[in-house]
């Protein structure tokens, strides 16, 4: 009996960068994400009472791209469904398949997703399997599990906006709801520091210390701003987090930097065309090379105009689908 689940990446507008305690990924401070319910990963699990192990394999579907885990990446997927496993009371080992209808470890938040999804599928087998009526978990608990894994997984639980604290994450709400969404891909290639190396390296920069005071008065800032529908001010906190984290990167010990040639000229081109129109998207970036972009519904000509502009030069996601360069 194959059980699947799927979960949407997201992205934060206050970062998580840092960990307080790195085995329950509990961060330096709280953050701020918006569900990208297009970029999702799926996760199919089966019992399988003659295997030694569970074991892991790529999802193979028209719809979805390949994916191959490092043995790092394997292990660590799979020490987190050791951790489900006895949480759900399951036994016996299982095949594991996942993959993501989108690039994977190159900033997208791929790692969020898949740890989200993986999460589900083991307690959608809990419920399926259970005689009886088992009591389902709430999507609170389900997301403090899913923590232990990935910690930004657990934003990935509520939609559209989740915010992650120190007892940890929760849906909140803005008047801002049905973002559209685009990526200018600036590197589509695995990423040679990794997310979980970025949380170690950071704290090594001379400029993380006040970092968590800075990210709680953004967040602060940026929920009274959202609030109050100042989407020009909003991109401004947005803006300024992001490179606040890069910078983190860029004076870390040993340094090291996601942003390309491609990246910053895309970030230019952006701030520009915001300077010119007074409007514009939220413009932010993960641990990677590649850029993210939020529009309200009343954008379109802004989104269409980006698409324009970019797609030359590079791929695009947006909630069309991937955008091959031409």
Known sequence: ???????????????????????????????????????????????????????????????????????KGKEKFLKHFVLLKKEFKIT?????????????????????????????????????????????????ELAKLSQKGSGSSCRSFFTPWALWHSTGAESISFPYENLKHQVILCDENIKLVSSSEAHTRVLTSDLFKGRPARAEE???????????????????????????????????????????EMTVKALRDLHQMWQENDDGPLITMDAGSNIHLLYRPDQKASYFEVISHFRPLANLWTDEGYLAKK
């Open 92 to 140: 016996d080992h299982f095949e594991i398949e996942s993959a993501n209808n989108f690039p994977s470890d190159c900033g997208l938040a791929s790692s969020a997703s898949s740890f989200a999804a993986l999460t589900l599928a083991a307690h959608n087998w809990m419920i399926e399997s259970a005689e009886g009526m088992p009591v389902p978990y709430r999507p609170k």
């Open 218 to 260: 953004r967040l602060q800032n940026l929920i009274q701003s959202l609030r109050k529908e100042d989407w020009k001010k909003s991109f401004e906190i947005v803006w300024n987090e992001f490179w606040d984290m890069h910078t983190l990167f860029h004076t870390s010990v040993p340094a090291f930097m996601y942003m390309n």
């Open 1 to 71: 009996m194959w059980v699947e689940a799927s979960a949407p990446s997201n992205i934060a507008l206050i970062k998580y960068m840092g960990k307080t305690d790195a085995n329950a990924n509990r961060p330096t401070n709280s953050s701020l994400s918006y569900s990208l319910d297009r970029l999702r990963s799926f996760v199919r699990i089966n019992k399988n009472r003659n295997l030694a192990t569970d074991q892991w394999s790529a999802l193979k579907r028209a719809d979805l791209r390949a994916i191959e885990l490092s043995e």
